[in-house]
């Protein structure tokens, strides 16, 4: 049997997971990310051995240990270049992770990560060209192609989150104004949905927010699906800002299928159909060659850290 | 020594090249292009063969011909897919062509056959990894990873002119609004001078239109080298969409060299000058990990029929 380590370096939590050959997560093992550059490296390493002890494994098990990281990394390097959560830049990580594990460390951007996990386990199994966003806080973007990663020229691009939308409109975290992640991120959708809801005062989404706490991604999709028609213009708007920006991109890359995965997608269907239902007319001469299927993503969270595990197969 | 030769098909002028081991068009031939789609593929192949005859070669001289078409072409099926000129759809140009030449035919977008055709023999010789944009009527992308051309799955990708830069802006010919093309190409260029003048009218284009005729790609560029202002304020807002989308383009595929082609290109550092002083800005952590190189094309209309010659080859 041949196992494959994958460790997911997260905001809040580092998990570790070990992968058998049937692809599933066997066990699993996870502490806080706390602060400090050393200490969370030491930590990630730590959380990975903890996770192989549980099922009786060592180092020498492994041929190799796969990392995914926030932020942007160059894999060639193994350099953390820009951590925004942390305000890392240009970290060894590879090189500090290495003082701990004794096998060859592949690291990659997360949402790089999810979208090799999709394809090897999830819901992209079978799939050769394949798009994947992750709309959480930020977005994230992966890309398969012929069935391997594709990250542009150096493997440090598809940053598809930072490209325009709307040139010149809504501030985006990175500096720039207009990026797809300002329209299209939880954090963008709940300032929809707060500016709506300023508008209005007869909105469900008032005694929504009463009932549940802050305005979340969920307030305007899960008033939407109640029939409150100031959510549904929300749920539109936010959508066609979607769609219109993943239309660029299969226009770019022409993949079989896109997948949509990060904490909006639960929203499923409420989200899924409008876009499918406005993908055409954004994607160049639609009508005439077709648009891939748009499916949620199925691993959640696992996503990560099996496509970690699989970094070094690539 | 062997021969290649490309046919560069064209909305007014069909260009046949017999292309030499030194990457050199040793011999050309062109005739207009007329109306009918079996009357152009069979002037495509006669254009050929007086080109090859010129040198006193014949189809056995070659292993392949190449051919660059405007618009949209799958290269995989040999359907020509929409040509906006000629209003063509799933028109079968490679099997049309086939009735004429009894050799392997290889047929590719234009705007993909000139970045080759850079790569093989012009300013992007040496580079493993470019995008090249062709600022004309419209605007072509194309671009290399890794030496080859990248046209994504379904080799249908790439059209990066109608990705949007302002979502829900200006009209695009391709129906969507806010594509790069509806802010970047000489039509859209065009229609900026055209406003810019009707506010001013005091600015030295009404002059310059006066004397060279109809307000052209170069009214405002010729009228800012002179100094005035107003075309001044049309080629910094031309520059800085021609930036904002070019940098969109950096931060996915993360190429080593940029190449500006076509007409708009003629105006050489008046343009590129101020577009790399923008790029930073528009490129994701651009200040952190660099930015690319920004050259000029070098081949002018050559670099289509050189690149079709090499399709083969790909």
Redesign the interface.
Same mark, same amino acid.
């Given at each position: 049997m041949q196992y494959r380590i994958g460790i997911d370096l997260g905001g809040t939590t580092i998990k570790a997971g070990v992968v058998d050959e049937t692809h599933r997560i066997i066990c699993s093992h996870q502490q806080p990310t706390v602060e400090g550059f050393e200490i969370v490296v030491a930590d990630m390493a730590e959380t990975a051995r903890f996770a192989a002890e549980k099922v009786g494994l060592e180092w020498d098990d492994f041929s190799s240990v796969g990392v995914g990281s926030p932020g *942007?990394v !160059?894999p060639h390097t193994g350099l953390l270049?820009?951590s925004s959560n942390t305000n890392w830049? !240009?970290m060894p990580l590879k090189q500090e992770l290495q003082k701990h594990i004794p096998l060859p460390i592949f690291i990659e951007n997360d949402a790089n990560c999810a979208v090799i996990g999709e394809m090897i386990a999830g819901a992209a199994k079978g799939y050769?060209?394949v798009l994947m966003l992750t709309l959480g806080t930020g977005v994230g973007g992966g890309l398969i +192609? =012929?069935g391997h990663l594709f /990250?542009?020229? =150096? /493997?440090?691009?598809?940053? %598809?989150s930072?490209?325009? %939308? +709307?040139? $010149? $409109?809504e501030q985006c975290t990175?500096?720039?104004k207009?990026c797809l992640e300002a329209y299209a991120s939880v954090t963008a959708l709940i300032r929809q949905t707060k500016e709506a809801m300023k508008e209005s005062p007869e909105t469900l989404m008032h005694s929504h927010v009463e009932k549940y706490g802050d305005v979340s991604g969920r307030t305007a999709f899960d008033c939407a699906r109640e029939g409150d028609a100031v959510a549904m213009r929300v749920v539109d708007q936010y959508c066609t800002?979607l769609a219109? $920006?993943i239309? $660029?991109? #299969?226009? #770019? *890359?022409?993949?079989?299928l896109v997948l949509l995965g990060g904490g909006l997608s639960d929203a499923g269907d409420t989200l899924l159909e409008p876009v499918r239902r406005k993908i055409e007319?954004?994607v160049?001469?639609g009508d #005439? +060659?077709g648009v891939p299927l748009i499916e949620r993503a199925a691993l959640g969270n696992d996503a990560g850290t099996i496509g970690a595990a699989y970094l070094g197969d690539m």
């Open positions: *942007f !160059n270049v820009l830049r !240009n050769r060209h +192609i =012929d /990250s542009g020229g =150096d /493997s440090m691009g598809t940053e %598809l930072h490209t325009p %939308l +709307i040139a $010149g $409109g990175c500096g720039q207009g800002y219109n $920006g239309g $660029g991109f #299969i226009t #770019i *890359f022409r993949p079989e007319k954004y160049f001469a #005439i +060659i």
